[in-house]
T-cell receptor, first 113, second 107 residues
Framework: EAGVAQSPRYKIIEKRQSVAFWCNPISGHATLYWYQQILGQGPKLLIQFQNNGVVDDSQLPKDRFSAERLKGVDSTLKIQPAKLEDSAVYLC???????????FGSGTRLTVV | GIQVEQSPPDLILQEGANSTLRCNFSDSVNNLQWFHQNPWGQLINLFYIPSGTKQNGRLSATTVATERYSLLYISSSQTTDSGVYFCAGHNAGKSTFGDGTTLTVKP
């Protein structure tokens, strides 16, 4: 089966600019997650979708971050405006509702300068 | 949410040695997962192990849910085992990752 697809792989932007990341989960996986991984730390959950509904966005900085999954398949995560501390790897993962674990994409490495 | 603590934070081995990585969690979890993050950043699922013991080749994992810990065993380590090992505890639909154990296997 095809894995979780993410793009772009790398992005460098200046602070205060906006950026968007895209994720296409494994076919049939209703649950989709966005994680932020800062260097030297474990991934931190930003938002979890079940189909096109939000299950958990308690750690999403909603003043600058937004995410959508309009058709219950692929998803976009946006940052506007970006800050230096947003430099991190943004990981997308998907799973079946009766989860036997996640599958992660390769991630997008964001550098804010 | 739950707290997940991994130990040791860093581990250096000679090729062929065995190792044990530990994951403690502060509250009960429904599920526990072990991942390997390779030097290119890809997170690979190793085990989904809410309880009991599982084995896959040179790797095995044991979770003792009643005592809130899980162990990952690596036998006859190889240089390709290098990277960061994460555990993630899942509870009430939420997941929390530890900060990982960085393993370096020297030839």
């Amino acid at each position: 089966e095809a894995g979780v697809a993410q793009s772009p792989r790398y992005k460098i932007i200046e602070k205060r600019q906006s950026v968007a990341f895209w994720c296409n989960p494994i076919s049939g996986h209703a649950t989709l997650y966005w994680y932020q991984q800062i260097l030297g730390q474990g991934p931190k959950l930003l938002i979890q979708f079940q189909n096109n509904g939000v299950v958990d966005d308690s750690q999403l900085p909603k003043d600058r971050f937004s995410a959508e999954r309009l058709k219950g398949v692929d998803s976009t995560l946006k940052i506007q405006p970006a800050k230096l501390e947003d430099s991190a790897v943004y990981l997308c993962a998907s799973s079946l509702p009766s989860s036997n674990g996640y599958t992660f994409g390769s991630g997008t490495r964001l550098t804010v300068v | 949410g739950i707290q997940v603590e991994q130990s040791p934070p860093d581990l250096i081995l000679q090729e062929g040695a065995n190792s044990t990585l530990r994951c403690n969690f502060s509250d009960s979890v429904n599920n526990l997962q072990w991942f390997h993050q390779n030097p290119w950043g890809q997170l690979i699922n190793l085990f989904y192990i809410p309880s009991g013991t599982k084995q896959n080749g040179r790797l095995s994992a044991t979770t003792v849910a009643t005592e809130r810990y899980s162990l990952l065993y690596i036998s006859s380590s190889q240089t390709t085992d290098s990277g960061v090992y994460f555990c993630a505890g899942h509870n009430a639909g939420k997941s929390t990752f530890g900060d990982g154990t960085t393993l370096t296997v020297k030839p």
